[in-house]
């Protein structure tokens, strides 16, 4: 049990972690022996560049608590700003922990000295990551169970070449994600309400290279960024972002304490990661375009009656929830067919985090 009543235990903690739904952050299994057999001989030199650069371990030193870990005193905060933190941490934590129970279970099955040794780096990274969000969460008492998340959450089966769409954009929007609210803290420390936010900037160096390994392994099979798959990397760039304005929404008490409008926030992410991810796909989302933010805010109502309906329970309840996915599904449809922009993919995928 912890101090406060508004606030869950570790065994609520744990929960919401293990909870799957549409929007929760996932645990994936995958074909390992595809992925295993991937030759890495036509973007050899980037790639030892890469695996040289993570070998080295730049931010070894860097998950410790050390001075500038201010006391955070969870009781002082506001009850609703104190919830969504902790929502934020927990999903956050569930999102690295994903990534660490993937990359290491490639590094274990594998036998291929390439990808192994990538995933073993990126498995030692997500480790740390997510450590160090538990540490956070251990801070308060609700620290989460790993070693039982790892047994019983559901994990999702994609393909390899969807592991590759999914990861690489969840790795260069988590990059964009806490750059801008580093950068956004450097100008306002003064709403920089826990000392987590201090780590950011090393810390999104690290998703920085993870999505640069999953660029070079999708340029070693040009057929998975043409042709038909276009239309899955563009499936999977509509989802991607669609749930993370969904899910950002669902914290204004978190945004307003940091200073941020959502909205701008999400655009400004969503513009960093699709600069980026012109290194390796084809297209890219025409966040400006008109309909581009009435859709996803008409997604975020739609997901709100959801929720709602889901409380209210009971028949009644249960066909509202129904009726309000299929709108849903009908929003991502729209959302999916707005126009796209073309984009010639360079020679080299090569680039270092500048934002
Ligand atoms: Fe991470
Ligand atoms: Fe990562």
Redesign the pocket.
């Known amino acids: 049990m912890n101090a406060y009543s508004d606030i869950p235990n570790v065994t609520k903690t744990t929960e919401m972690a293990q909870e799957t739904t549409l929007l929760n952050p996932r645990f994936y299994t995958t074909d390992f022996d595809e992925m295993d057999a991937i030759d890495v001989t036509p973007v050899r030199g980037e790639w030892d560049r890469l695996i040289a650069q993570m070998r080295s371990d730049p931010n070894k030193k860097h998950f410790k608590k050390t001075e500038a870990w201010d006391e955070i005193d969870f009781d002082a905060l506001d009850p609703k700003l104190r919830v969504e933190l902790i929502d934020f941490l927990v999903s956050s934590l569930t999102a690295?922990f994903s990534?660490c129970v993937l990359y290491k279970e490639m590094k274990r099955r594998g036998s291929n000295p390439d990808i192994c040794e990538l995933f073993k780096y990126?498995s030692r990274?997500?480790a740390r990551?997510a450590g160090f969000i538990n540490d956070a969460l251990k801070e308060a008492g609700i620290g989460v169970n790993l070693g039982f998340l790892t047994k019983t959450k559901k994990y999702t089966y994609f393909k390899p070449k969807f592991i590759y769409y999914a990861t690489y954009l969840s790795?260069k929007i988590?990059y964009a994600r806490y750059i801008t609210i580093f950068r956004h803290l450097e100008k306002h420390p003064e709403n920089r309400f826990h000392p987590i936010f201090k780590w950011f900037e090393e810390w999104c160096n690290?998703?920085f290279s993870?999505g640069e390994a999953f660029a070079l392994l999708m340029r070693t099979d040009p057929k998975l960024t043409s042709g038909r798959n276009v239309w899955w990397i563009r499936f999977f760039l509509v989802a991607v972002y669609a749930t993370m304005f969904v899910r950002d929404h669902a914290r204004p008490a978190f945004h307003e304490a940091l200073g941020i409008d959502i909205e701008e926030y999400d655009q400004k992410v969503f513009r960093t990661t699709s600069e980026i991810a012109r290194q390796i796909f084809p297209i890219e989302l025409d966040i400006d375009h008109p309909k581009w933010l009435p859709l996803l805010r008409r997604m975020n109502a739609i997901f709100i009656e959801a929720e709602a309906a889901v409380k209210a329970g009971g028949v009644g309840g249960w066909f509202r929830h129904k009726w309000a996915m299929a709108r849903a599904g009908v929003t991502f449809l729209q959302l999916y067919f707005l126009p796209v922009k073309r984009n010639t993919v360079p020679e080299s995928s090569h680039m270092v985090p500048a934002y």
Do not use: I, L, S, Y
Request: hydrophobic share 10%; glycine share 18%; proline share 0%.
């Open positions: 690295e990534g990126m990274d997500e990551h790795e988590g690290d998703e993870h």
